[in-house]
């Protein structure tokens, strides 16, 4: 079975100054998809990055880019630039071709300080 | 505004109580899902639903009843609810129910904090 695991519950980040959140993964699929999803306190959980594991190239958007390392099954969000705005919890979770379903982490509370 | 809203956004009910949660997405997509988030704990895929039929129902038990009368519209309905059944209730929605053949995602509402007393 797929699990995700989010080692930081919390952390916390002064603006402007870049974080990096962890997540690693377990499966013995080769294929699938991994993404980071961003829940601020008013709760609306927001997709922020998503890799597709075919792809070697790490994925950007913005500000946030993620360092995806199969072999190791590492998929860490990288934030630059923090905001007051980032303040939020963090869930990385990972989609299996096999089952189809979304496996989520416990989550990353990150906080920005100004 | 992702298009997934649901009602109530707080709920406080007892264990005799009978109540309902509702979820409607303008996004045109035809499956739709009911996760249960607790916290320090991952997101459980509770029920998944795909053009109105219910495709996944993960050992939830009987005391939640979910009801999917059309594409747009996720209701689930609560009865002798217990105090660990205190949880946010997040619906969701994607185009199809094939996520990974489909290159799709979720597309989240902003759930609805229930207490059960």
């Known amino acids: 079975a797929q699990t995700v695991t989010q080692s930081q519950p919390e952390m916390s980040v002064q603006e402007a100054e870049t974080v990096t959140l962890s997540c690693t993964y377990d499966?013995?699929?080769?294929?699938?998809?991994l993404f980071w999803y961003k829940q601020p306190p008013s709760r609306q959980m927001i997709l922020v990055i998503r890799?597709?594991?075919?792809?070697?190239q790490n994925a950007t958007e913005n500000r946030f880019s993620v360092n995806f390392q199969k072999a190791a099954k590492s998929f860490s969000l990288k934030i630059s630039d923090s905001q007051l705005g980032d303040t939020a919890m963090y869930f990385c979770?990972?989609?299996?071709?096999?089952?189809?379903?979304?496996?989520f982490g416990t989550g990353t509370r990150l906080q920005v300080f100004p | 505004e992702t298009g997934v809203t649901q009602t109530p956004r707080h709920l406080v009910m007892g264990m005799t109580n009978k109540k309902s949660l509702k979820c409607e997405q303008h996004?045109?997509?035809?499956?739709m899902y009911w996760y249960k988030q607790s916290a320090k704990k991952p997101l459980e895929l509770m029920f998944v639903?795909?053009?109105?039929?219910?495709?996944e129902n993960n050992s939830v038990p009987s005391r939640f009843s979910p009801e999917c009368p059309n594409s747009s519209h996720l209701f689930l309905h609560l009865h002798t609810l217990q105090p660990e059944d205190s949880a946010l209730y997040l619906c969701?929605?994607?185009?199809?129910?094939?996520?990974?053949?489909?290159?799709?995602?979720?597309?989240f509402g902003p759930g609805t904090r229930l207490t059960v007393l």
């Open positions: 639903y795909s053009l109105e039929e219910r495709v």
């Open positions: 890799q597709e594991a075919y792809k070697q």
């Open positions: 969701a929605s994607s185009q199809v129910v094939t996520l990974a053949s489909s290159a799709d995602t979720q597309y």
């Open positions: 499966t013995s699929e080769n294929n699938y998809y």
């Open positions: 996004l045109g997509h035809n499956a």
């Open positions: 979770a990972f989609l299996s071709y096999n089952t189809d379903k979304l496996i």
